[in-house]
């Protein structure tokens, strides 16, 4: 008979210990920030993204070890300008941004005097910062006044861990509301600017108004608004505009996506075991791991995603339509490929199948377009004579 002890049952995998295999035993996670949650938010239905984020895989070595590096950030000088219009919009406490919320936003309450509140949030750590942060937030409603949060910390609890979020600003209205401040460095010109640009600015904002909402819940007559504050500069100057933007709608969106999250462990469950996105590994075992979870590629990602590149090397080499563009993808309806929009166009789809009917209609009409084109007389152009120099 043994002397040794039986064995006691093997432990499950607790969802840290999987996230942890994912990303390789030596790779810490990446913090999520609200760049990358908007990301999210503009592409729900990627899983591939939802769960290398979630997991706090780093991406972008991820990208370089499959030989697909994304160049992403703003160049040096945007940045510097950026930092330059950021700091006259807050300069002598805040009084411009305060007037442009109030202009913008809260016309019906007294206007901000010289002496609004601008608390210190300085504090160790950003643990540190976002307490102090709640804590500004809750004294500013008490005081029932005009406060800048400049800076301020909050957080975001993602997949069961916390992302610290740093908004350019929040203002406390003297009615308790609770307003965020996005300050921007591309213009507004006759008070309209890049819809791609706002949009994106306000994907980010719905982020900080969704963690904001945690703080709230806590905070007697705090209310979180729904529409931020977008500062940009006017025209071609340096001088700030602002323009109010409703983020209900991202909001909305974004708050799925972090349901979803949330539930990562479901997605990490449908994967095999084993496979991981340890940038150690080699690009073809790092390869057949990202196949492994579904994308949903577009154009768009290039500009929010490191995977981007390498997602649309993978969707032209299947012949997918996604390539071409959500609007393309949603018109073709069950047509998947370039191969089966092109057959369908020829005449050689499906017949019951009112995309490849229609796709084959439009093809027609555009032939005969062309062919009555090429049969009308063109008009006689009489050459230029020569130059005499």
């Given at each position: 008979m043994s002397s040794y002890p039986p064995s006691s049952p093997a432990q499950p995998t607790t969802l840290r210990q999987?996230?942890?295999?994912?990303?390789?035993?030596?790779?810490?996670?990446?913090?999520?920030?609200?760049?990358?949650?908007?990301?999210?938010?503009?592409?729900?239905g990627c899983g591939r993204r939802a769960l290398l984020d979630g997991a706090g895989v780093d991406k972008n070595a991820l990208a370089t070890a499959l030989g697909s590096p994304a160049a992403f950030g703003q160049s040096q000088f945007a940045i510097v300008r950026g930092n330059s219009f950021e700091a006259k919009v807050k300069g002598d406490g805040g009084a411009e941004l305060l007037r442009l919320v109030h202009a913008h936003l809260d016309t019906a309450a007294e206007p901000p005097g010289a002496g609004a509140l601008v608390p210190d949030l300085t504090a160790a750590g950003p643990e540190g910062r976002a307490a102090r942060t709640a804590l500004a937030l809750r004294e500013a409603t008490s005081a029932k006044d005009w406060t800048l949060l400049d800076h301020p910390m909050l957080a975001l609890e993602v997949a069961g861990t916390p992302a610290y979020l740093e908004p350019d600003a929040v203002v406390v209205h003297p009615d308790g509301r609770w307003t965020v401040v996005e300050i921007k460095s591309f213009p507004m010109i006759d008070a309209a600017a890049d819809a791609a640009k706002v949009g994106a600015a306000a994907r980010q904002a719905a982020v900080y108004v969704l963690a904001l909402e945690r703080i709230a819940?806590?905070?007697?007559?705090?209310?979180?608004?729904?529409?931020?504050?977008?500062?940009?500069?006017?025209?071609?100057?340096?001088?700030?505009?602002?323009?109010?933007?409703?983020?209900?709608?991202?909001?909305?969106?974004?708050?799925?996506q972090l349901d979803r999250l949330t539930r990562v462990e479901e997605l990490a469950a449908a994967l095999p075991e084993g496979l991981s996105f340890d940038p150690e590994r080699t690009a073809e075992e790092l390869a057949e791991a990202v196949s492994a979870v579904d994308a949903a590629y577009a154009p768009e990602c290039l500009a929010a995603c490191e995977l981007a590149f390498h997602c649309r090397e993978r969707a032209r080499a299947a012949d997918e339509v996604t390539a071409l563009g959500r609007s393309v993808r949603g018109e073709l309806g069950s047509l998947t490929t370039v191969e089966e929009a092109l057959a369908a166009a020829a005449g050689a789809g499906c017949a019951e199948d009112p995309t490849a009917a229609a796709l084959h209609r439009a093809a027609l009409l555009r032939a005969e377009a062309l062919e009555l084109a090429a049969a009308l007389p063109r008009p006689h152009v009489p050459e230029s004579p020569e130059c005499p120099c």
């Amino acid at each position: 008979m043994s002397s040794y002890p039986p064995s006691s049952p093997a432990q499950p995998t607790t969802l840290r210990q999987r996230l942890a295999g994912l990303r390789g035993p030596a790779v810490p996670p990446r913090p999520l920030d609200a760049r990358a949650l908007a990301a999210l938010a503009a592409n729900p239905g990627c899983g591939r993204r939802a769960l290398l984020d979630g997991a706090g895989v780093d991406k972008n070595a991820l990208a370089t070890a499959l030989g697909s590096p994304a160049a992403f950030g703003q160049s040096q000088f945007a940045i510097v300008r950026g930092n330059s219009f950021e700091a006259k919009v807050k300069g002598d406490g805040g009084a411009e941004l305060l007037r442009l919320v109030h202009a913008h936003l809260d016309t019906a309450a007294e206007p901000p005097g010289a002496g609004a509140l601008v608390p210190d949030l300085t504090a160790a750590g950003p643990e540190g910062r976002a307490a102090r942060t709640a804590l500004a937030l809750r004294e500013a409603t008490s005081a029932k006044d005009w406060t800048l949060l400049d800076h301020p910390m909050l957080a975001l609890e993602v997949a069961g861990t916390p992302a610290y979020l740093e908004p350019d600003a929040v203002v406390v209205h003297p009615d308790g509301r609770w307003t965020v401040v996005e300050i921007k460095s591309f213009p507004m010109i006759d008070a309209a600017a890049d819809a791609a640009k706002v949009g994106a600015a306000a994907r980010q904002a719905a982020v900080y108004v969704l963690a904001l909402e945690r703080i709230a819940e806590k905070v007697a007559g705090a209310e979180v608004g729904h529409t931020v504050l977008l500062v940009c500069p006017k025209d071609f100057s340096n001088l700030p505009t602002a323009a109010a933007v409703d983020v209900r709608r991202e909001r909305s969106v974004t708050r799925r996506q972090l349901d979803r999250l949330t539930r990562v462990e479901e997605l990490a469950a449908a994967l095999p075991e084993g496979l991981s996105f340890d940038p150690e590994r080699t690009a073809e075992e790092l390869a057949e791991a990202v196949s492994a979870v579904d994308a949903a590629y577009a154009p768009e990602c290039l500009a929010a995603c490191e995977l981007a590149f390498h997602c649309r090397e993978r969707a032209r080499a299947a012949d997918e339509v996604t390539a071409l563009g959500r609007s393309v993808r949603g018109e073709l309806g069950s047509l998947t490929t370039v191969e089966e929009a092109l057959a369908a166009a020829a005449g050689a789809g499906c017949a019951e199948d009112p995309t490849a009917a229609a796709l084959h209609r439009a093809a027609l009409l555009r032939a005969e377009a062309l062919e009555l084109a090429a049969a009308l007389p063109r008009p006689h152009v009489p050459e230029s004579p020569e130059c005499p120099c």
